[in-house]
């Protein structure tokens, strides 16, 4: 049974600072992407970063702000967040590819598994 469990969620003022946290277990994801999206109420899913291997990816409304990274074990995956903006609000999920999908790693229909969702609220 695989399992993704986010953690790191909060209420933050708007220019602070968040770090969300993914733990997988249940198989090994060594291999393939891990992503974290999120969801505000009203819009659809988006991305927001990725990482495969040595490679990142992110939207370009947080380039510069988010990094992504993943622990040795590749088990984890992080989400630092800084200089959060109020349009930052919404739930945050992380994902993960079952096998190597190539450059779909912004495409939400093509990550196998997701977790639950952790609440991120920018407030001014």
């Known amino acids: 049974q695989v399992q993704l469990v986010e953690s790191g969620g909060g209420l933050v003022q708007a220019g602070g600072s968040l770090r969300l946290s993914c733990a997988a277990s249940g198989r090994t994801f060594s291999s393939y992407t891990m992503g974290w999206f999120r969801q505000a109420p009203g819009k659809e899913r988006e991305f927001v970063a990725a990482v495969w291997s040595g490679s990142t990816y992110y939207r370009d409304s947080v380039k510069g702000r988010f990094t992504i990274s993943r622990d040795n074990a590749k088990t984890t995956v992080y989400l630092q967040m800084n200089s959060l903006k109020l349009e930052d609000t919404a739930v945050y999920y992380c994902?993960?590819?079952?096998?190597?999908?190539?450059?779909?790693?912004?495409?939400?229909?093509?990550?196998?598994?997701w977790g639950q969702g952790t609440q991120v609220t920018v407030s001014s």
């Open positions: 994902a993960v590819q079952s096998s190597y999908r190539g450059n779909y790693y912004a495409r939400s229909d093509k990550y196998d598994y």
